[in-house]
């Protein structure tokens, strides 16, 4: 059974920073593309951003490049998102996707987690 856990949400302040992290089992880790998402309330989930499963290319939404960074640790099944700089509008919960291949299309995501919250206060 694949298991995708998110954790490292929580309550910052504007220009703050948090770092979440996604911890994997029960698929081969090494071999997915692993992404982040967003979704406020009443809002649809969109990208923010993705690994290759060799960790050789990352992509991010512009809305938040030059501010988050994604990055894994195949040998721990983990991936991380680092926030720096965060913004009020920033404020989501935050979920961790893996699939074959690699992009930005919510509907080709095979495995989600249960997502964890970010408030930044203004």
């Known amino acids: 059974q694949v298991q995708l856990v998110e954790s490292g949400g929580g309550l910052v302040q504007a220009g703050g920073s948090l770092r979440l992290s996604c911890a994997a089992s029960?698929?081969?880790?090494?071999?997915?593309?692993m992404a982040w998402f967003r979704q406020c309330p009443g809002k649809e989930r969109t990208f923010v951003g993705v690994?290759?499963?060799?960790?050789?290319?990352?992509d991010y939404a512009d809305s938040v490049k030059g501010r988050f960074t994604i990055s894994r640790n195949n040998a721990k099944n983990t991936v991380y998102l680092q926030m720096n700089s965060l913004k009020p509008e920033d404020t989501a919960v935050y979920y961790c996707?893996?699939?074959?291949?690699?992009?930005?299309?919510?509907?080709?995501?095979?495995?989600w987690g249960q997502g964890t919250q970010v408030t930044v206060s203004s």
């Open positions: 690994i290759r499963w060799t960790g050789s290319n990352t």
């Open positions: 996707a893996a699939r074959y291949g690699y992009g930005d299309d919510t509907n080709k995501y095979d495995y």
């Open positions: 029960g698929l081969t880790f090494s071999r997915y593309s």
